[in-house]
């Protein structure tokens, strides 16, 4: 069908209609449907819409006047200045001074002239070199901590702004950096003033908050790369007097992980706890303050008290032979001495790691205190699937009895031999029992780890820095006694091993001591422990320490940046 010349579309929808109703008449196939589709009361709507469009476009309105609250004012002047005005006039009058009314006659005139943009004055040829611009910034509060601080230079007496927290309302608005030269705030000239009395202006000003700074040059936008540590120390903000804002401050306990987005201050970084509800950061000591108030002991330290961990009265199968080594710490008082290496290294490290299919399995630790059932669940998980999970063959001194065989239940050396393996560090852990020495050696774990199997041995806590290798990568898993109600519950038949009789039920000062231990044993090591696992019902641990372990053998955890490959 040939197109009639400047046919608008509803007369050539007609035509259509007509040759369509044509063959449907004539039943050429689909015609009827077609006929039925073109006729539809929304398509001639459509259309009809589609018209007025076009008629528009074609006759784009012109404004009737440019500037209509030019006349609107001079209407207004007029109207106010008539000797007697009627009531119509009055009534002019005051619609015309309506807020409303002027501000849609001057959103017409903007639009009238197509004056959609800020017009800005043309640059100057010739600016100074040393010209400093001022910038204007508007912030709205919204009762939110500003998320910056500030500092007076002492020689000029100007304000500056020392630094922005990530995440804050002064970071996210991108205006305010640090070194910008604070002039004014809300109107108030600030230069000469202490910062508290800057801060009392902040305080108080609610809603807006309107700041002219001159920015700093050097200023960069970089974002720096989040560096992720592990906290070996307890910190808390509000109990040191040193920090530049207490309020900003970050309080972490060991054991914490922390998200570093800014090392910029050297005395002073930017972190976000883990995991983090918030996106603001705010202040951690940088390593360095940390370690020259060292010997203060300034941060938080909630247990000042006699921190050692107190020798239990019974031990059973292989961590007999520990009570000797038990009895001398508490003589040497070992615990309560300074955790040096914590002093030494106040944040490790970390990122995260998934252990490759083909590379060994990550060895499991179990910790805990000496009657909370630790090496019962190591003893069932590996009852439960001995094809996957493997302890460790230690080695002793002791003779050999009957139906014993070197290799199985011990690897038995000579004195002589297993000295000589101590002085060339190959135990993992080692200690005396009734005169005999027993030792678990890295080489017994790796023939474990290099048969595929995963091993799993529990030690006493002060031997996990040792074993933290990056060959060895061990997953510690901290096994914790449940309620004292719990205890008394579940371990009805249990039977402990004393130093005195054998096998007999637990006393309520057990239970006591058993806390006790557990307690303080997880307060000086918690920042080793990957995973918290509570010995209640005997079964649901053992299930529970079953998908913890296949967690850290096969999903993502944070390990020390040392044990990296790479490295
Ligand atoms: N969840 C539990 N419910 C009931 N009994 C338990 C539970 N866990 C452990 N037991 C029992 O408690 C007793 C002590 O457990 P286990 O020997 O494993 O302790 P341990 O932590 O290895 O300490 P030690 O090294 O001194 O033996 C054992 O009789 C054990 O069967």
Same mark, same amino acid.
């Given at each position: ?20 109703? =044509? ?13 039925? *589709?073109?006729?539809? %009361? ?14 528009? !476009?074609?006759? &784009? ?8 609250? /030019? *006349?609107?004012? $001079? ?12 009531? $119509? ?28 943009? %800020?017009?800005?004055? %043309? ?11 001022? =910038? ?7 009762? @939110? ?21 990530? /995440? ?23 230069? /000469? ?113 006699? &921190?050692?961990? #107190?020798?239990?009265?019974?031990? =059973?199968?292989?961590? *007999? ?6 009895? #001398? =710490? #508490? ?17 490790? $490290? ?12 990550? *060895? ?8 909370? /059932?630790?090496?019962?669940? #190591? ?14 063959? %230690? ?18 050396? &000579? ?37 595929? !199997? ?67 044993? $997880? ?15 005997? @079964? ?9 372990? !296949? @967690? ?16």
């Amino acid at each position: 069908m040939a197109e009639r010349p400047h046919a608008t579309a509803t007369e050539l929808l007609s035509g259509v209609l007509e040759e369509v109703g =044509r063959a449907a008449s004539r039943n050429a196939g689909g015609a009827e449907l077609l006929h039925e *589709l073109l006729n539809a %009361p929304w398509l001639h709507a459509l259309l009809q819409v589609y018209e007025c469009l076009l008629q528009f !476009q074609r006759r &784009t309105p012109s404004p009737f006047l440019p500037y209509a609250s /030019g *006349l609107s004012h $001079e209407v207004h002047t007029h109207t106010h200045t008539l000797p007697h005005p009627s009531a $119509e006039a009055r009534e002019l009058y005051n619609i015309l001074r309506s807020p409303h009314i002027q501000a849609v006659l001057s959103s017409h005139d903007s639009i009238a002239q197509a004056d959609y943009g %800020p017009i800005l004055p %043309p640059i100057p040829d010739e600016l100074p070199e040393d010209e400093e611009a001022m =910038r204007i910034v508007c912030l709205v509060k919204n009762k @939110q901590p500003l998320g910056a601080t500030i500092r007076k230079n002492e020689e000029t007496g100007d304000i500056y702004i020392a630094r922005v927290i990530h /995440g804050g309302l002064a970071d996210r608005s991108g205006l305010l950096h640090p070194g910008d030269l604070l002039v004014e705030v809300n109107g108030n000239p600030v230069g /000469g003033l202490e910062p508290e009395q800057v801060i009392q202006i902040l305080i108080q000003s609610q809603g807006t908050i309107l700041f002219k700074v001159i920015p700093n040059a050097a200023s960069t936008n970089d974002s720096p790369v989040p560096v992720y540590i592990r906290a070996m120390v307890d910190y808390c903000p509000l109990q040191d007097t040193i920090i530049p804002c207490p309020d900003a401050g970050v309080a972490f306990g060991r054991g914490d992980l922390l998200e570093v987005v800014d090392q910029t201050d050297g005395h002073w970084w930017q972190a976000r706890k883990l995991p983090c509800t918030t996106s603001c950061a705010g202040l951690i000591p940088s390593v360095s303050m940390l370690k020259s108030k060292q010997r203060e002991q300034w941060w938080s330290q909630p247990l000042q008290v006699h &921190t050692c961990i #107190r020798p239990s009265g019974f031990r =059973r199968s292989f961590r *007999l032979w520990r009570r000797t080594s038990y009895r #001398r =710490r #508490r003589q040497s008082c070992y615990s309560c001495s300074p955790n040096s290496s914590a002093l030494a290294n106040p944040y490790e $490290e970390v990122v995260t790691y998934q252990r490759p299919p083909q590379e060994n399995h990550r *060895l499991i630790v179990l910790v805990g205190a000496s009657g909370v /059932g630790v090496n019962e669940l #190591r003893k069932r998980l590996i009852k439960l699937n001995p094809s996957t999970f493997q302890g460790a063959v %230690p080695h002793t001194t002791r003779p050999i009895r009957e139906g014993e065989e070197t290799g199985r239940e011990y690897h038995f050396v &000579t004195k002589e031999l297993f000295e000589y393996l101590v002085c060339n560090h190959r135990f993992l852990e080692y200690g005396e029992y009734k005169g005999h020495l027993y030792g678990t050696s890295s080489d017994s774990v790796a023939e474990v780890l290099k048969r595929g !199997q995963m091993c799993i041995i529990d030690v006493e806590p002060h031997s996990i820095p040792a074993l933290r290798t990056k060959t060895l990568k061990p997953y510690i898993v901290f096994i914790k006694p449940p309620s004292l109600e719990s205890l008394k519950e579940t371990r009805k038949d249990a039977r402990v091993l004393t130093k005195f009789t054998v096998d007999r039920p637990f006393t309520e000062e057990d239970f006591a001591e058993l806390q006790e231990t557990s307690q303080l044993m $997880e307060s000086k090591y918690r920042q080793f422990f990957d995973s918290v696992l509570v010995n209640d019902d005997l @079964q649901d641990a053992c299930i529970q320490l079953c998908s913890i372990i !296949q @967690q850290a053998q096969e999903e993502p955890q944070w390990i020390p940046a040392s044990w990296r490959a790479e490295e």
